[in-house]
């Protein structure tokens, strides 16, 4: 399964009453497939899924795979700190159709390497899909290392990792060390660039919400090895990756797409809606990109 290089982390978008909105669901994927997604995560950090039941994520899943109509790979975000739910929910996904599933490491109980490598094996053992694992120790607090990674890549449904740690020392280890046919993702849009220079494949995005088209033409730049346009489109961005990130995520990419009159709506508490410096300085860079007039 090729995920492609332009992994959006979509928003669940919501209702006015903070329902999943079905709809706007339909018209979001249409509008990332059109600007250059190739792959959709659903119910992963973007999509708050710590704050969506159980059964609003099986029909999320279910959804997608509707809207989608194999367009493109829908990858579940199934993971979690229990690993027999873990399994259970990606049995369940599995079942409706999506294409493959994202496992966060497991967050607040810190388990050790050894932990963490049972847990992700015992996952790809139950259920046969390509598995992305996450490595996002700031919101897990607890770091998958290379060397338990590349365990891990031994296993042949565990085909990618979203690397979010941040650490260019870990990730270029990760890069060197890795089997050619496991694929190293970013999992921060500002990073993207340096590392696919280190050796990555493509992103898991969030900024690709509101600018897909060029991040597609950063990406592809870097494949044709036009390093320097490339590099002018990462330079180019960078203001729009900080505003979207400057509190936590999603609050900001769904302001954004609610000013490009995209669905998205609100988020679901404890987050709140991004404050309004954070809304002006997306709305300028909106605007900077020729995305708001």
Known sequence: MDFGRLVTAMVTPFDE???????GLSVLIDHLIATG??????????????????????????????????????IAGTGGNNTKET?????EAAALGV??????????????????????AAVADAVPLPIMVYNIPGRTAVNIDVSTLMRLAQIPNIVA????????????RIAAEKPDDFLLYSGDDKFTL??????GYGVVSVAS????????????????????????????????????????????VKK???????????????????PRHVEDELRRELVRLGKLG
């Open 17 to 23: 009453d903070g329902n999943l909105d079905e709809p």
């Open 37 to 74: 997604t190739t792959a959709i995560v659903v119910s992963g950090t973007t999509g708050e899924s710590p704050t969506l039941s159980h059964d609003e994520k099986l029909r999320l899943f279910a959804r997608t795979v509707q809207c989608v109509r194999g367009r493109v790979p829908v």
């Open 87 to 91: 399994i259970a929910l990606s049995k």
């Open 99 to 120: 294409d493959g599933l994202l496992l966060v490491a497991p967050y607040y109980n810190r388990p050790t390497q050894d932990g963490l490598y049972a847990h992700f």
């Open 161 to 172: 990792v979203k690397e979010s740690s941040g650490d260019f020392s870990q990730i270029a």
């Open 194 to 199: 340096p590392i696919l220079a280190l050796g």
């Open 209 to 252: 919400h509101v600018a897909g088209q060029e991040m597609q033409a950063m990406l592809n730049a870097f494949v044709q090895g036009d390093v320097r346009t490339a590099a002018a489109w990462s330079g180019r961005l960078l203001p729009l990756f900080d505003a979207l990130f400057r509190v936590t995520s999603p609050a900001p």
């Open 256 to 274: 954004a797409l609610q000013l490009l009159g995209l669905p998205g709506g609100g988020v679901r508490l404890p987050l709140v809606e991004a």
